[in-house]
């Protein structure tokens, strides 16, 4: 502890002068037990966060708090030296134990997890308060692990759980879930859970020292610019699929949507099954009809994963999933009756150890074709048929009651190492069936013209509308 005077240290310079603003002020003032923060690059996230923990170890004496970042070289950046700093004279830092300890008693743990082993070393440990900071880069079962963690034995404090974020990483989908969608599962209080969303026009002190930070955003391309400066949680860094749009007001008229109103499709239309096989891991079934202008329709799917635990699979038998594949083809009233041409990973051959998984689904008149299994082409196929042309008409429609579809393609991101291909720890199993589809029917992409001024000529006839190119799907 440093001998200095403690009203000379420099903690309460800054807490009497630095001025929060409005959205911040409202992260401080939460009283949920899960409360985030943020939503877009340039919101005064660290600061937010950094500051509140500082706050409630003076408030409260004795209090056991950790802040959590994904690496040691960002939290040393973003707290460990900041904090010395504002603390300095104050609170005592403990480089061994990289935590804080306070006057009064309390404790700031300062952590990070850059891998599962990471993970394990706060399971036993007792905290009143956890906060991850950039948490959607936490997958979800590491903050699920670690918040079992929190727990209080104080007569005059809640355990309560602090996140800040931007849209993007491993955890987007299940912070969009709690936070965004407010979508819960059994034993989650819809109340427990606030998020107060921030972008760069809310830090007044960025904007003032830094005016043109705002227009370095605007500069980035479409996709980004809506992720990192307007906070939409649609789209993000790192995607793969940019393309993806899923748009209700669209469902009827399928323009510049992916995702549109199930139909009963023409009985004359071809058919495909596509599968990837999975135990462990999630299996996948998607069942495709295809129009005469060889646009793919994903009319249903057989999706092998755990309610409510994603990425996690049901451990069927290869004899159990192509039992209930063939049941649901004998009883469906859009597939009854149809020629079903079937797609699958080329490894279900692999017969080195007994019975190859082709060889079961035979067993139930199950037949497939090897998939082309060459992945770049394969996600390029896939991008192609995705592009919309200039009448909003993409390759490839999901009917909306493929649910696992609409949830897992616009989540998949690319991998850091093989930097064109997909990072094959998401939940890329619905793609990869998508993509032997794509690669058994290959597509050239999609041209849009370029548009340009018309210059009016009252002999010309180039202007009048002879046929409707779409007339003939948009009867169904």
Request: glycine content about 8%.
């Amino acid at each position: 502890m440093s001998g200095a005077n403690e009203c000379e240290a420099p903690i309460f310079r800054l807490l009497r002068e630095d001025a929060p603003n409005p959205k911040q002020i409202q992260f401080f003032e939460a009283d949920k037990q899960h409360i985030c923060y943020g939503g877009a690059r340039g919101g005064g996230k660290s600061w937010a966060m950094r500051r509140k923990f500082v706050m409630l170890s003076m408030r409260y004496a004795g209090l056991k708090l950790l802040l959590l970042r994904r690496t040691m070289p960002e939290l040393r950046r973003n707290h460990i030296l900041p904090l010395q700093g504002e603390l300095k004279g104050y609170a005592q830092y403990k480089a061994d134990e990289r935590a804080f300890l306070f006057p009064n008693g309390s404790r700031l743990e300062l952590g990070y997890c850059d891998n599962e082993g990471d993970v394990l070393q706060y399971q036993g440990a007792e905290y009143d308060v956890i906060g991850f900071e950039e948490a959607t880069l936490f997958p979800e079962e590491w903050i699920v692990m670690i918040t079992t963690s929190a727990r209080t034995t104080r007569a005059d404090w809640r355990v309560r759980f602090y996140y800040t974020c931007n849209p993007g990483g491993v955890g987007h989908a299940y912070i969009k879930r709690l936070f965004l969608d407010r979508v819960y599962k059994p034993g989650e209080d819809p109340d427990a859970y606030v998020m107060i969303r921030a972008t760069v026009k809310d830090n007044f002190v960025l904007m003032e020292r830094d005016p043109d930070y705002v227009k370095r955003l605007e500069a980035l391309p479409p996709m980004k610019r809506r992720a990192h400066l307007e906070g939409d949680w649609s789209v993000y860094e790192g995607q793969v699929f940019e393309e993806w749009t899923d748009d209700p007001a669209h469902y009827g008229d399928r323009r510049y949507t992916h995702v549109i109103s199930p139909f009963a499709p023409p009985k004359d239309w071809r058919y495909y099954r596509s599968f990837d096989f999975g135990y462990a891991k999630p299996f996948s079934v998607g069942w495709w009809a295809v129009d005469y202008d060889g646009r793919f329709y994903r009319i249903l799917e057989l999706y092998g994963c755990v309610d409510g635990e994603p990425n996690t699979g049901v451990r069927w038998t290869p004899d159990e999933i192509f039992r209930e594949i063939a049941r649901l083809e004998d009883s469906h009233p859009w597939l009854a009756g149809r020629k079903i041409l079937g797609v699958a990973d080329p490894s279900i051959w692999d017969a080195s150890r007994g019975r190859s998984i082709a060889d079961e689904a035979e067993k139930h008149r199950i037949y497939f074709e090897p998939g082309d299994n060459e992945r770049l082409p394969g996600w390029m196929q896939l991008h192609y048929r995705l592009s919309f042309d200039e009448n909003g008409i993409p390759m490839l429609y999901v009917f909306e009651n493929c649910k696992d579809a609409i949830r897992t393609l616009p989540l998949l991101q690319y991998d850091k190492h093989h930097v064109e291909d997909v990072d094959t720890d998401g939940e890329d199993h619905i793609a990869d069936e998508m993509r032997y589809l794509c690669q058994m029917n290959p597509m050239k992409p999609v041209a849009v013209p370029e548009k340009k001024p018309r210059v009016y000529d009252p002999l010309s006839t180039d202007g009048e509308t002879r046929y409707d190119r779409y007339e003939f799907y948009s009867r169904f």
